[in-house]
């Protein structure tokens, strides 16, 4: 069972009650991953649960890209912004993962059930304008720091 406490330790739910913390907290699970475990994967086919959101407790996780070939990767650093928050575009889109997300180490991950999570969002707009802001702010971040790199 995932508690208020350890949701309140991630940024992405900064600022939300108690009792909206508790609903959260309800529909989601807490999933252990070995070294090296893919946690998710941009060429999974099925039984994936698109619309999840992952988010690192503990431990840290290896993002990377597949490009033109499949077998050629490209490590995708978001480690200087906020590595809590991966499968995000899925769960904005719909979308199959992006990347692939591999435990680095041993990585303790939550996972939020997607389509509850924007259910809850669309029924309580200030849960909605709070969740989504923080993960644009992730987001931009992310982008500002890659154009930096490339500049």
Known sequence: MVTIKELQQLDI???L????????????????FADGEVILS??????LAIRD????????????KHFTDVSTLKQIDIQAIDRSV???????????????????GDTRMLIVDGV????LCDGNH?????VLYRLAAILAMRLVNQTNKSA
């Open 13 to 15: 739910f900064h600022g």
């Open 17 to 32: 009650s108690d009792d909206v913390l508790e609903d959260i907290a309800s529909f989601s699970t807490v999933r252990e």
């Open 42 to 47: 941009e060429h999974e086919d099925g039984g």
């Open 53 to 64: 959101l992952y988010l690192t407790m503990d431990g840290d996780v290896l993002i990377q």
């Open 86 to 104: 991966v499968g995000e575009i899925g769960w904005l889109l719909g979308s199959k993962p992006s990347a692939e997300v591999t435990s680095n």
């Open 116 to 119: 509850k999570l924007f259910s």
């Open 126 to 130: 200030q849960v909605g304008y709070n």
